[in-house]
């Protein structure tokens, strides 16, 4: 018989760290299971959890659950162990994501361990930043993190960032202007305000950040679904620093390596004393998604915008227990 190389009590802590990643609306759309027979943890994403009106094609799903699989690996290499990873596995259920199989750490593994310390301390912050620019050489770590990952990342000029502040604004009007994606937003939006029990899921009113005195800022106001008579106002930073995160296709495997970049260039901009934040809001709708591309850069297909500065970290948001979303099968 082969020795078993983990165990349930090292998976469940894998999955706690993996369980930080960000997700839309903090909706945490991921389900682990382990498989103690072969050492191997099956990525599941969770239906129920899907925003089926401002994520209909569930890619920003397949990227929160990849953010996830992205931390496992760093878990992993943290305590000592490889991680080998097959995504959309020929012939699983649709929504098996990712099969990961455990076993003895492998070269390059430290370079992830090294990401470890940020994983707890990675918060999305919608707060304003400084003015102060991102040096280059930070930047250029962050499209090598990426890369890492097979994904671009590229910063937009000036102009083309006006653009997409732009976009933001005109996909904040259709948002108010479509009652289901008020709807979806207000369910998953400040759920520490209400009566009952405290939620372990979705954003709540403290992390919503000031409402912009200053006109379009690049993050999303949650307020706009959920309003809080006492949020105050503030002035963001004039010209964002935002970055663009690309695969040259757009299919499921591509959101899965993006998912996978997003969460390195992330941990790696928190390492680096950053503060983070990201604006979907141009990418939920079709018609605007094409636009936010850089024409100037062969970025492919954006994924994701992120917003880069130096600005106070964001409040912690609520993560659902371990038991909650990890199952443990019983070796046969």
Same mark, same amino acid.
Not at 262 to 280: F, I, K, P
């Given at each position: 018989m082969t020795?078993?190389?983990?165990?349930?009590?090292?998976?469940?802590?894998?999955?706690?760290?993996?369980?930080?990643?960000?997700?839309?609306?903090?909706?945490?759309?991921?389900?682990?299971?382990?498989?103690?027979?072969?050492?191997?943890?099956?990525?599941?994403?969770?239906?129920?959890?899907?925003?089926?009106?401002?994520?209909?094609?569930?890619?920003?799903?397949?990227l929160g659950c990849a953010a996830a699989l992205f931390n496992l690996r760093v878990s992993a290499a943290r305590h000592g162990l490889g991680a080998r990873v097959r995504l959309l596995p020929e012939g699983s259920p649709p929504w098996l994501l990712a099969r990961v199989s455990f076993g003895p750490a492998a070269g390059g593994d430290d370079e992830l361990a090294a990401l470890y310390e940020a994983l707890r301390r990675r918060h999305t912050s919608r707060l304003p930043f400084a003015d102060e620019p991102v040096p280059p050489a930070l930047l250029d770590g962050l499209r090598a993190a990426a890369r890492l990952e097979g994904c671009r990342l590229t910063v937009p000029?000036?102009?083309?960032?006006?653009?997409?502040?732009?976009?933001?604004?005109?996909?904040?009007?259709?948002?108010?202007?479509?009652?289901?994606?008020?709807? #979806?937003?207000?369910?998953?939006?400040?759920?520490?305000?209400? %009566? $009952?029990?405290? /939620?372990? *899921?979705?954003?709540? =009113?403290?992390?919503?950040?000031?409402?912009?005195?200053?006109g379009p800022a690049a993050v999303r106001d949650f307020g706009r679904a959920r309003p809080e008579p006492d949020r105050?106002?503030?002035?963001? #930073?004039?010209?964002?620093?935002?970055?663009?995160?690309?695969? %040259? $296709?757009?299919? /499921?495997? *591509?959101?899965?390596? =993006?998912?996978?970049?997003?969460?390195?260039?992330?941990?790696?901009?928190?390492?680096?004393?950053?503060?983070?934040?990201?604006?979907?809001?141009p990418l939920e709708w079709p018609e605007l998604r094409w636009t936010v591309r850089d024409p100037l850069a062969s970025t492919g297909h954006v994924q994701m915008v992120l917003r880069l500065g130096y600005g106070p970290a964001g409040p912690a948001t609520p993560r659902r227990p371990v038991t909650e979303v990890l199952e443990v099968l019983e070796v046969r």
């Open positions: 020795a078993r190389t983990v165990e349930a009590e090292t998976v469940a802590l894998l999955v706690a760290d993996a369980v930080t990643a960000p997700s839309m609306h903090n909706a945490q759309p991921w389900r682990f299971v382990f498989r103690p027979g072969d050492d191997t943890v099956e990525l599941y994403g969770d239906p129920e959890r899907a925003l089926t009106r401002t994520d209909p094609d569930h890619r920003a799903l397949h000029g000036a102009w083309h960032v006006q653009t997409l502040l732009g976009l933001v604004r005109d996909s904040e009007q259709r948002e108010e202007t479509d009652p289901l994606v008020r709807a #979806e937003t207000a369910a998953w939006t400040g759920g520490d305000r209400g %009566p $009952g029990p405290a /939620r372990h *899921d979705g954003v709540p =009113a403290s992390a919503f950040g000031p409402r912009s005195s200053g105050g106002w503030a002035v963001f #930073e004039r010209r964002p620093q935002l970055a663009l995160l690309g695969t %040259p $296709g757009d299919t /499921r495997a *591509d959101w899965l390596l =993006a998912g996978q970049a997003l969460e390195r260039v992330l941990l790696r901009a928190t390492a680096d004393g950053l503060a983070t934040s990201m604006t979907s809001q």
